[in-house]
C-alpha cells in the first residue's frame, strides 16, 4: 500500500483545510486508516482514525473540530480540519493498518496569523 498525503498548507487562526491520503489501491479492505501529526520537537501523535466498518476515533484535542472519513471508490481518506489553532501546526502523515502498518510522506500544515 503506497499512500500520498495532500492538502498541507498555511491558513489562519480559525481558518479550514482538508487533507487528502490518496492509497494507491483499493482500501475497502484496510482495517484501519488514520491521520497523525509531529510538531517540532514532538513525538508523533495520533489525530484521527477510521476502520473499515466506519468507526472513529479522536484525540481529545481535536474532536468537535477534525473529521475523518473516507471513500472508498477514490481510495482516498480525508480529514477535514476546522477551527485551525496554532497548536494544531504540525507536518500531519496518513497511515494505514492492514497486516503491517503504511505510511505516507507527511504535508505542512501551519496554523498562523
Known amino acids: 500500500v503506497q499512500l500520498q498525503a495532500s492538502g498541507g498548507g498555511l491558513v489562519q487562526p480559525g481558518g479550514s483545510l482538508r487533507l487528502s491520503c490518496a492509497a494507491s489501491?483499493?482500501?475497502?479492505?484496510?482495517?484501519?486508516m488514520g491521520w497523525h501529526r509531529q510538531a517540532p520537537g514532538n513525538q508523533r501523535e495520533s489525530v484521527a482514525l477510521?476502520?473499515?466498518?466506519?468507526?472513529?476515533v479522536y484525540a481529545d484535542s481535536v474532536k468537535g473540530r477534525f473529521t475523518i472519513s473516507r471513500d472508498n471508490a477514490k481510495n482516498t481518506v480525508y480529514l477535514q480540519m476546522n477551527s485551525l489553532k496554532p497548536e494544531d501546526t504540525a507536518v500531519y502523515y496518513c497511515?494505514?493498518?492492514?497486516?503491517?502498518?503504511?505510511w505516507g510522506k507527511g504535508t505542512q500544515v501551519t496554523v498562523s496569523s
Open positions: 489501491g483499493s482500501i475497502f479492505s484496510i482495517n484501519v
Open positions: 497511515n494505514a493498518v492492514h497486516g503491517a502498518t503504511y
Open positions: 477510521i476502520t473499515s466498518g466506519g468507526t472513529t
